[in-house]
């Protein structure tokens, strides 16, 4: 490396910012030429210089005037977060969904109740076979009917029911 | 408070913690008031800007997104300040560094080697002479160069306040310095 090719990195060593054989380069060519040592010297005293000078304090007069205009500053603003529609259908749905699970049950029992049927005669008559596949019938629709609900809102798994 | 980062600091002064923001306050009222000085020399348009900074950062404080980190969008509000200043007011500094040199001994920050009066006004005057220079180069060198060597950010930091590419930030750096170099060497000052 010649002291015009030095010159020319001499900034960018002299901020550090020179790395792996670039570095090393001018390093070699510094260590044999005093007047590019001294040129790096310079830099570095003026970088020392600029980080040196004491930073400005604030006056009383300024701390004093700055807290009291931050005094009014509203630092926790109401967040105004806009109704989610989306939500709001799904949440509808499950509800909806839920009530209509709910009032046939309740018309069974009501139904029972007022001697219109006899759930266990009923059952008796079936046989137990039937009895399982009635009651995973209905566990099924009963689970199924608010999740197909919600999931005409939003896709569920990746299944769409309906879109 | 003190030992809590920036980012941490936001978070709790868009809580409403009047703590946190006197923390904030603390760390970078002066830093923000140099940065601003340096740029416009004029103390009081200096201490405006840091007030209205400040104003925004808290105002705001609930939309940081924590993507950068806090003091790259603090300066980054300075300096669209300070552009916005520059452009209202047409602003040409005069008399840099008048106030710098007329600072009273106890402005100097604690924690600084002593100086005897003597070497105090030789590093003054060396340090105005090579501020006095920084003056005269371009705006976006000089801000780079504050941003680096003065307020420690990285370069890309510096990038993302002054929105330009991290490389150009970088040969920004390098000209100025050569600049400054180049027209120190005349004076003959040991700097």
Request: charged share 25%; glycine share 4%.
């Amino acid at each position: 490396m010649n002291c015009e090719r030095c010159e020319e990195m001499l900034a960018a060593h002299a901020a550090g910012d020179l790395e792996g054989a670039k570095a090393m380069e001018i390093e070699r060519h510094l260590g044999e030429c005093h007047a590019c040592r001294t040129a790096l010297e310079a830099y570095q005293g003026m970088i020392a210089r600029l980080a040196d000078e004491p930073m400005l304090s604030p006056t009383t007069l300024e701390s004093e005037r700055l807290a009291e205009v931050l005094e009014h500053v509203p630092v926790c603003r109401p967040v105004r977060r806009p109704v989610n529609v989306r939500s709001f259908k799904e949440f509808l749905g499950f509800s909806v969904a839920t009530a209509v699970v709910f009032a046939l049950m309740l018309t069974v029992l009501a139904l029972q109740a007022l001697g219109q049927i006899d759930i266990p005669a009923l059952i008796a008559l079936m046989g137990l076979p039937r009895l399982v596949v009635m009651a995973t019938a209905i566990v099924f629709v009963t689970s199924f009917i608010p999740i197909w609900i919600t999931a005409r809102q939003r896709p569920l798994n990746g299944l769409t029911f309906g879109r | 408070m003190e030992h809590l980062p920036d980012e941490e600091l936001i978070a709790r002064c868009a809580c409403g913690d009047r703590r946190a923001m006197d923390e904030i306050v603390s760390r970078y009222h002066g830093k923000l008031l140099d940065f601003a000085f340096r740029h416009l020399h004029d103390r009081e348009a200096a201490a405006d800007i840091a007030q209205s900074a400040f104003i925004r950062v808290f105002e705001s404080a609930d939309s940081f997104r924590q993507k950068a980190s806090f003091r790259t969008w603090l300066y980054t509000i300075a300096m669209n300040l300070i552009r916005d200043h520059c452009r209202r007011w047409k602003v040409r500094p005069e008399a840099p560094y008048s106030e710098i040199e007329e600072a009273a001994p106890g402005d100097l920050p604690t924690g600084r080697r002593w100086y005897s009066p003597e070497e105090a006004a030789v590093d003054r005057i060396a340090a105005s002479w090579v501020w006095e220079q920084v003056d005269e180069l371009p705006e976006s060198h000089k801000a780079a160069i504050t941003l680096r060597f003065r307020h420690g950010l990285t370069y890309d930091e510096i990038a993302e306040v002054m929105g330009a590419p991290s490389g150009t930030v970088k040969s920004w750096i390098h000209y100025g310095l050569k600049s400054l170099r180049e027209s120190l060497q005349p004076l003959n000052c040991e700097v």
